[in-house]
T-cell receptor, first 113, second 113 residues
Framework: SQQGEEDPQALSIQEGENATMNCSYK?????LQWYRQNSGRGLVHLIL?????REKHSGRLRVTLDTSKKSSSLLITASRAADTASYFC?????????????FGKGITLSVRP | NAGVTQTPKFQVLKTGQSMTLQCAQD?????MSWYRQDPGMGLRLIHY???????DQGEVPNGYNVSRSTTEDFPLRLLSAAPSQTSVYFC????????????FGQGTRLTVV
């Protein structure tokens, strides 16, 4: 069963705009991860944020985590056409050394040139 | 450094046929897993392995078999293919599952007719 639920399901923006995607989850986590999938390709890891972190940056990406609300957001600033892809959040529960990653259904982002 | 390599990329099977999807990684990761991706369903875990000789079931294991005789290889066997197994299959590996990033292969698109 899906632990992470992304919102919205689809997002269409103009190049240069910011894109904000949200993920909510149900149970206590060790960390939350965001992945990108280009059409017809495998998933690529973007960023990992641990449960004791509130915000993390990587280039044009900014991820926040609110454990009290069980939610995370991924912000892509100054979007480019190349950012067009599906984005998935994945959660790892607080269950020890090897925690199974559970993925959401994904958000389809379209960036119009 | 090839990362995670899956073969074949595409496959068409007839109902009842069997086949093996190959997955190999060259990063010396202990943890490997198989997911299937269906439209609107996200990624669902089929089987996983925490090291050579150790495998376990994920969320949707029925109709699939795995073995892990070496650290590098984690093949997925379809015992008797069914149309419901039409999907895109991804293999992933990580150093410490749930605590570090997962690396994905490019996927195998399987159609069962």
């Amino acid at each position: 069963s899906q632990q992470g639920e992304e919102d919205p399901q689809a997002l269409s923006i103009q190049e240069g705009e910011n894109a904000t995607m949200n993920c909510s989850y149900k149970t206590s986590i060790n960390n939350l991860q965001w992945y990108r999938q280009n059409s017809g390709r495998g998933l690529v890891h973007l960023i990992l944020i641990r449960s004791n972190e509130r915000e993390k940056h990587s280039g044009r990406l900014r991820v926040t985590l609110d454990t009290s609300k069980k939610s995370s957001s991924l912000l892509i600033t100054a979007s480019r056409a190349a950012d067009t892809a599906s984005y998935f959040c994945a959660t790892a529960p607080n269950t020890g050394a090897n925690s199974k990653l559970t993925f959401g259904k994904g958000i389809t982002l379209s960036v119009r040139p | 450094n090839a990362g995670v390599t899956q073969t074949p990329k595409f496959q068409v099977l007839k109902t009842g046929q069997s086949m093996t999807l190959q997955c190999a990684q060259d990063m010396n990761h202990e943890y490997m897993s198989w997911y299937r991706q269906d439209p609107g369903m996200g990624l669902r875990l089929i089987h996983y392995s925490v090291g050579a000789g150790i495998t376990d079931q994920g969320e949707v294991p029925n109709g699939y078999n795995v073995s892990r005789s070496t650290t590098e290889d984690f093949p997925l066997r379809l015992l008797s293919a069914a149309p419901s197994q039409t999907s895109v299959y991804f293999c992933a590996s990580s150093y410490l599952q749930g605590h570090t990033e997962a690396f994905f292969g490019q996927g195998t698109r399987l159609t069962v007719v």
